[in-house]
C-alpha cells in the first residue's frame, strides 16, 4: 500500500559526504515512524537511523554524530545527511515504515579510496 523510492546514493571518498532521499507514496505518511537501514555484502541487514512522527530520532552507535535522520512531511520524504564517510559505511541503504514490512529499492552507497 506504501511505496517507497530511495535517491541519492553513489560514490565518495572517505571523509565525504552524501545526502539520501526516500520519497513515500500512498498511505498517511505523517503518521508513520520512519528508519533507514543498510546491507553490506557478506553481512545482516542494519538500523542505521530512526525518526518518530514528531522528530525523535534513535542512531546505531557506528553512526553517532556522522549521520542525521529528518523528515518533511509536507515532501514525504525522509533524508539522511551522511557525512565523514567511512569504508565502512560501504552498503545499499534501505528505506522502511517502522513496524511493517514495506521497504524500497535500495540505494549503493560507497565508500572508497
Known amino acids: 500500500q506504501v511505496q517507497l523510492v530511495e535517491s541519492g546514493g553513489g560514490l565518495v571518498q572517505p571523509g565525504g559526504s552524501l545526502r539520501l532521499s526516500c520519497v513515500a507514496s500512498g498511505g498517511i505518511f505523517s503518521t508513520y515512524a520512519m528508519g533507514w537501514y543498510r546491507q553490506a555484502p557478506g553481512k545482516q541487514r542494519e538500523s542505521v537511523a530512526i525518526i518518530t512522527t514528531d522528530g525523535g530520532t534513535i542512531y546505531a552507535d557506528s553512526v553517532q554524530g556522522r549521520f542525521t535522520i529528518s523528515r518533511d512531511n509536507a515532501k514525504k520524504t525522509v533524508y539522511l545527511q551522511m557525512n565523514s564517510l567511512k569504508p565502512e559505511d560501504t552498503a545499499v541503504y534501505y528505506c522502511?515504515?517502522?513496524?511493517?514490512?514495506?521497504w524500497g529499492q535500495g540505494t549503493q552507497v560507497t565508500v572508497s579510496s
Open positions: 522502511n515504515v517502522k513496524f511493517t514490512n514495506f
